[in-house]
């Protein structure tokens, strides 16, 4: 038996403090409803704050346990390293399985205390209580997670340098991003467990009306804009790391996230639609139901070791877990979905299909088959590894040819749906909102033929653009006119701006996956070469070497101006070249350098890979379009409805009223 350290063993105890606290915190609040017993209830915000503060500890501990090279843990040998930098030192606690779940946790912890004390004084509301149930049980979930099949604080033997004690996975210390895609991506995953935890309790109460969805909007809106922002981010990882010169591959792992995302997207749509017209409530509920679970599925996809990726974790003692709590997860909710299924039954109906109740339903029906054609593709080949015994992949050329006609089908959808009234739209009232936004569209399309855009597919998807553009646009200068800059604010124009933030993206894919030029040159020193209207001269080429790794780097410059620096680095702890691009960005195209194997600094000779992609520059624009346009729809707007069924409607108890308590408690 291996002897613990101080930080093992504080590591473990706050680990089995919060396990305990969340448990325990879970009954009491279960308990204190169903008996009606205030006293009970005013226990839950210490056993909420203690999970809290179990989880930061845990943290902090690995933190310290990573920063001073404490070798008596497993997982300080596992991801640390002598020679990593301080910055990837901090990051290396979600560089493996392990920290990973203790991020996740953290998150989780923190949301259920904000959760707690936003709702401090309505804790003896059932709905409040029964979410913040859900949510401590998760809580529980995640901390005998970090207890068992992921434990970051085993003690392990001296360590042997020559087989342990490397680092991170080179490809996650070699840049800044690696400190902000992991943590914001958590926070949209583990975000989403708030508004399921609301649709649970609304189940289990039988408040399935409206009041459950405004209170948790917010979050999922909040959940849905870190998600989003976090997967871009993991785009520009991959663009600026991996120098295959993308940014989105259909990696396993990077459908993992896309899945929820999908889903979420559906929800933050539907969910309008049950507000005003108090339709879809199957359909919301179920929505939120596949997106927490294919949050869990995606963590058993990514953690469990059933597919090889560059961003999975190869354990795969957690996969069992992992498994089971997404079957548990989907029985109880769609037992409780059926339970409950007379309260569920839609007060309204949809008058015309051409109405934005309308537009609504098909956009949730081609979300809903992206969904299935991305989780289809991704594990169709461990189905048929399981099945027979053989290993098959599904690429690329797979999801880019499912993909592009759903793609298009949801442009269109941007830029008509806003256009469209709640319940019937006349003939008059279409070409009147549609006139502009279909003149942007054509204008957008004239134009992308005039910069030399050819291909049918990125054409349409231009013109497509530009006629969701022009619909937002136009909502967007018809509120300012009405009420100034202060329009903007509140759902339909911040999402009016998130949508704008989507077309950049989408237009931004669409040319740089249809109109990238690559070349392969072999150049000497001194050499100028010329590619695609730009040239390309090699100043130098020089081997390096630093504390984790050797390789060579070259300084190309372009067009006679700034140098730029790709290089390859063997990290000498792993032995794995490592190519980092060199990339000039511009408004019109990136310039993207790689440098190949076979340069030789000795002869002066340079291989390199040459991309030019157009308007990828406009991809991270878009995306801070939508995180802007996410915070201006997260606040209520002047013309805000107030709901039905408020989460304020009438409470089990008064926490504040001695005379409630249960007698004898």
Request: hydrophobic share 55%; proline share 5%.
């Given at each position: 038996?291996?002897?613990e350290?101080?930080?093992?063993?504080?590591?473990?105890?706050?680990?089995?403090?919060?396990?305990?606290?969340?448990?325990?915190?879970?009954?009491?609040?279960a308990?204190?409803?169903?008996?009606k017993?205030?006293?009970?209830?005013r226990?839950?915000?210490?056993?909420?704050?203690?999970?809290?503060?179990?989880?930061?500890?845990?943290?902090?501990v690995?933190?310290?346990?990573?920063?001073?090279r404490?070798?008596?843990?497993?997982?300080?040998?596992?991801?640390?390293?002598n020679?990593?930098?301080?910055?990837?030192?901090?990051?290396?606690?979600?560089?493996?399985?392990?920290?990973s779940?203790?991020?996740?946790l953290?998150?989780?912890?923190?949301?259920?205390?904000?959760?707690?004390?936003?709702?401090?004084?309505?804790l003896?509301?059932?709905?409040?209580?029964?979410?913040l149930?859900?949510?401590?049980?998760?809580?529980?979930?995640?901390?005998?997670?970090?207890?068992?099949p992921?434990?970051?604080?085993?003690?392990a033997?001296?360590?042997?340098?020559?087989?342990?004690?490397?680092?991170?996975?080179?490809?996650?210390?070699?840049?800044?991003?690696?400190?902000?895609?992991?943590?914001?991506?958590?926070?949209?995953?583990?975000?989403?467990?708030?508004?399921?935890?609301?649709?649970?309790?609304?189940?289990?109460?039988?408040?399935?009306?409206?009041?459950?969805?405004v209170?948790?909007?917010?979050?999922?809106?909040?959940?849905w804009?870190?998600?989003?922002?976090?997967?871009l981010?993991?785009?520009?990882?991959?663009?600026?790391?991996?120098?295959?010169?993308?940014?989105?591959?259909?990696d396993?792992?990077?459908n993992?996230?896309?899945?929820?995302?999908?889903?979420?997207?559906?929800?933050?749509?539907?969910?309008?639609?049950?507000?005003?017209?108090?339709?879809?409530?199957?359909?919301n509920?179920s929505?939120?139901?596949?997106?927490?679970?294919?949050?869990?599925?995606?963590?058993?996809?990514t953690?469990?070791?059933?597919?090889?990726?560059?961003?999975?974790f190869?354990?795969?003692?957690?996969?069992?877990?992992?498994?089971g709590?997404?079957?548990?997860?989907?029985?109880?909710?769609?037992?409780?979905?059926?339970?409950?299924?007379?309260?569920?039954?839609?007060?309204?109906?949809?008058?015309?299909?051409?109405?934005?109740?309308?537009?609504?339903?098909?956009?949730?029906?081609?979300?809903?088959?992206?969904?299935?054609?991305?989780?289809?593709?991704?594990?169709?080949?461990?189905?048929?590894?399981?099945?027979?015994?053989?290993?098959i992949?599904?690429?690329?050329?797979?999801?880019?040819?499912?993909s592009?006609?759903?793609?298009?089908?949801?442009?269109?959808?941007?830029?008509?749906?806003?256009a469209?009234?709640?319940?019937?739209?006349?003939?008059?009232?279409?070409?009147?909102?549609?006139?502009?936004?279909?003149?942007?569209?054509?204008?957008?399309?004239?134009?992308?033929?005039?910069?030399?855009?050819?291909?049918?597919?990125?054409?349409?998807?231009?013109?497509?653009?530009g006629?969701?553009?022009?619909?937002?646009?136009?909502?967007?200068?018809?509120?300012t006119r009405?009420?100034?800059?202060?329009?903007?604010?509140?759902?339909?124009?911040?999402?009016?701006i998130?949508?704008?933030?989507?077309?950049?993206?989408a237009?931004?894919?669409?040319?740089s996956?249809?109109?990238?030029r690559?070349?392969?040159?072999?150049?000497?020193?001194?050499?100028?070469?010329?590619?695609?209207?730009?040239t390309?001269?090699l100043?130098?080429?020089?081997?390096?070497?630093?504390?984790?790794?050797?390789?060579?780097?070259?300084?190309?410059?372009?067009?006679?101006?700034?140098?730029?620096?790709?290089a390859?680095?063997?990290?000498?702890?792993?032995g794995?070249?490592?190519a980092?691009?060199?990339?000039?960005?511009?408004?019109?195209?990136?310039?993207?350098?790689?440098?190949e194997?076979?340069?030789?600094?000795?002869?002066?000779?340079?291989?390199?890979?040459?991309?030019?992609?157009?308007?990828?520059?406009?991809?991270?624009?878009?995306?801070?379009?939508i995180?802007?346009?996410?915070?201006?729809?997260?606040?209520?707007?002047?013309?805000?409805?107030?709901?039905?069924?408020?989460?304020s409607?009438p409470?089990?108890?008064?926490?504040?009223?001695?005379?409630?308590?249960?007698?004898g408690?």
């Open positions: 038996m291996l002897a350290g101080l930080n093992g063993v504080l590591g473990h105890s706050a680990l089995i403090v919060g396990f305990a606290a969340s448990l325990f915190g879970a009954m009491a609040l308990s204190a409803t169903l008996l017993n205030p006293r009970l209830v226990t839950v915000q210490a056993y909420g704050t203690l999970a809290l503060i179990s989880a930061v500890l845990a943290i902090v690995m933190e310290r346990g990573l920063i001073t404490d070798w008596s843990l497993a997982y300080v040998q596992k991801v640390g390293s020679n990593t930098p301080a910055l990837y030192n901090v990051t290396a606690l979600w560089s493996a399985l392990e920290g779940i203790l991020l996740w953290l998150l989780l912890a923190i949301y259920s205390y904000v959760i707690m004390r936003r709702y401090r004084n309505r003896g509301d059932p709905l409040v209580a029964w979410a149930v859900v949510m401590f049980l998760v809580s529980a979930f995640f901390f005998f997670l970090a207890l068992g992921t434990d970051a604080f085993l003690a033997a001296p360590p042997d340098f020559l087989k342990c004690c490397k680092g991170p996975n080179p490809l996650l210390q070699n840049h800044v991003l690696v400190l902000f895609h992991p943590p914001i991506l958590y926070l949209g995953f583990v975000g989403f467990t708030v508004p399921f935890a609301f649709a649970i309790a609304a189940l289990i109460t039988g408040r399935v009306g409206e009041g459950w969805l209170e948790t909007r917010r979050w999922a809106l909040f959940a804009g870190f998600l989003t922002l976090g997967i981010l993991g785009g520009w990882w991959s663009y600026e790391v991996l120098g295959w010169g993308g940014v989105w591959g259909w396993p792992v990077e993992a996230s896309f899945l929820p995302w999908l889903t979420g997207t559906a929800y933050i749509h539907s969910v309008m639609v049950q507000e005003r017209r108090g339709m879809l409530r199957v359909w509920l929505l939120l139901v596949a997106t927490f679970s294919l949050t869990i599925l995606g963590t058993f996809l953690r469990s070791g059933v597919i090889n990726s560059v961003h999975a190869s354990d795969g003692e957690i996969g069992p877990c992992l498994l709590a997404f079957g548990v997860i989907l029985v109880v909710s769609l037992a409780l979905i059926a339970w409950r299924g007379d309260q569920l039954r839609s007060p309204g109906a949809i008058d015309s299909a051409v109405s934005r109740e309308g537009a609504f339903l098909a956009n949730n029906a081609v979300f809903a088959l992206f969904a299935f054609v991305v989780l289809l593709g991704t594990v169709f080949p461990l189905i048929v590894e399981a099945k027979d015994d053989r290993k992949s599904v690429g690329s050329p797979f999801f880019d040819t499912m592009r006609p759903i793609g298009l089908v949801l442009l269109f959808l941007m830029a008509v749906a806003p469209l009234p709640w319940r019937k739209a006349s003939g008059e009232l279409l070409r009147d909102r549609l006139f502009w936004p279909a003149w942007c569209g054509a204008g957008t399309l004239a134009l992308a033929v005039v910069l030399g855009g050819n291909g049918f597919a990125p054409l349409l998807a231009f013109g497509l653009a006629f969701a553009a022009g619909a937002a646009l136009r909502q967007l200068v018809l509120a009405r009420q100034g800059l202060r329009g903007l604010v509140g759902r339909t124009n911040g999402g009016m998130v949508h704008l933030g989507v077309i950049l993206v237009v931004a894919l669409a040319a996956n249809s109109y990238t690559a070349g392969e040159f072999t150049v000497a020193k001194g050499e100028t070469i010329s590619f695609a209207g730009h390309f001269t100043i130098d080429l020089t081997d390096f070497t630093t504390s984790r790794s050797v390789g060579i780097r070259a300084q190309v410059s372009i067009d006679g101006g700034q140098a730029y620096a790709p390859i680095s063997k990290y000498t702890a792993f794995q070249d490592i980092t691009p060199s990339v000039k960005s511009g408004i019109a195209n990136d310039i993207y350098l790689t440098l194997a076979g340069s030789q600094p000795s002869s002066g000779t340079a291989k390199l890979k040459i991309f030019i992609k157009p308007m990828v520059l406009w991809m991270w624009i878009g995306g801070g379009l995180a802007f346009g996410t915070l201006l729809a997260a606040f209520p707007g002047r013309n805000r409805r107030k709901p039905t069924d408020p989460v409607a409470i089990a108890f008064d926490l504040n009223d001695p005379a409630q308590e249960v007698a408690v």
